[in-house]
């Protein structure tokens, strides 16, 4: 991505022009066509989703509830850049303006730091299943879970809110991507203050809940173990495994990203790295996560009439 200007010898910015995959305009059209089929496959696995747990009652159980709201913020995450995206593929300027381009990366980066935290509450939800399965009810209320989930929609929107916008109110000059890292890079005037918030805010929620959700996990693994009979561990395993996969993705892949600063990555690497978790992971979400409930493929297969 380029800076532009649209007035000689100003620092004023008014937008950015977006690199995106340089390619021919064949090229274009095909990325286009692709991408809007994985949008859209995503859209319909992640809505088949909640709506067979608004549809079913069996289904209003904590847990469930949970995927739900997950597979809801993964249609956000997506729709945060994806649309911008195909519109760039097909535009002739790829413009995009300084005020959509920092509101962009605001809701993609509150987004998942949104998703961190869901994936914290699940981990936490499968600890409370399977390692206090007595007191589980008891705990693991309602009241409880919609607690939960306001307080993770909550906190991962505060995350980068001021950061943001002190970045906006700064000068840049040069050209990269629409990515806060980069655009630290390319300020007028170096911000060391700044450098040093965002290098430590970006990886401080993942790294934090990565390590919460991997010791949930772990607690799990070992009363999964204790367990005498074999289809009572197969169970077990397969309760925790498929988030623990959604897990090993997304912190995986976003970890790679940002939880090494100081390493500078090629623009083609940036972009496969963040394709990965932005695009890939919220599409395979539903299968991996969702569709290997036994309860939750029988509501979909009824809802879907298959």
């Known amino acids: 991505m380029k800076i532009f200007d649209t007035t000689k010898n100003s620092n004023t910015i008014t937008g950015f022009i977006l690199l995106g995959f ?12 692709l991408f809007s089929i994985l949008y859209l496959l995503t859209l319909m696995g992640n809505g088949s989703i909640i709506c067979a747990v608004c549809w079913d009652q069996r289904l209003h159980t904590p847990m469930d509830i949970l995927l739900a709201n997950f597979s809801f913020l993964e249609i956000c995450y997506i729709t945060s850049t994806v649309p911008n995206m195909l519109a760039n593929f097909l535009s002739e300027t790829k413009v995009i303006s300084f005020s959509g381009c920092f509101l962009q990366f605001y ?9 961190s935290f869901f994936l914290a509450v699940m981990a936490f939800d499968r600890y409370l299943a399977i390692c206090w399965p007595l007191h589980y009810p008891t705990i693991m209320t309602g009241h ?126 940036h972009k496969i790295v963040t394709l990965f978790y932005s695009v890939v992971t919220p599409l395979l979400n539903p299968a991996i996560c969702s569709l290997r409930n036994k309860d939750m493929k029988r509501s979909l297969q009824k809802f879907l009439r298959i």
């Open 107 to 115: 809701f993609f980066f509150s987004l998942g730091s949104t998703e």
């Open 144 to 269: 409880l879970c919609t607690n939960l989930v306001v307080n993770s929609w909550v906190f991962g929107f505060l995350w980068f809110l001021i950061p943001i916008i002190i970045i906006s109110q700064m000068a840049f000059c040069g050209s990269r991507v629409c990515d806060p890292g980069p655009l630290l890079a390319l300020t007028c005037k170096r911000a060391p203050v700044m450098d040093l918030v965002f290098s430590t805010l970006s990886p401080l929620p993942i790294i934090i809940l990565f390590l919460f959700i991997m010791g949930s996990y772990t607690l799990v693994l070992r009363a999964v173990l204790i367990v005498p009979s074999a289809p009572g561990q197969t169970k077990g395993f397969s309760t925790f495994g498929s988030p623990l996969a959604v897990v090993s993705l997304f912190c995986g892949s976003v970890l790679v990203m940002y939880g090494s600063p100081t390493i500078e990555y090629e623009d083609r690497m």
């Open 22 to 33: 340089p390619c021919p305009r064949e090229g274009q059209i095909l990325l286009f066509v």
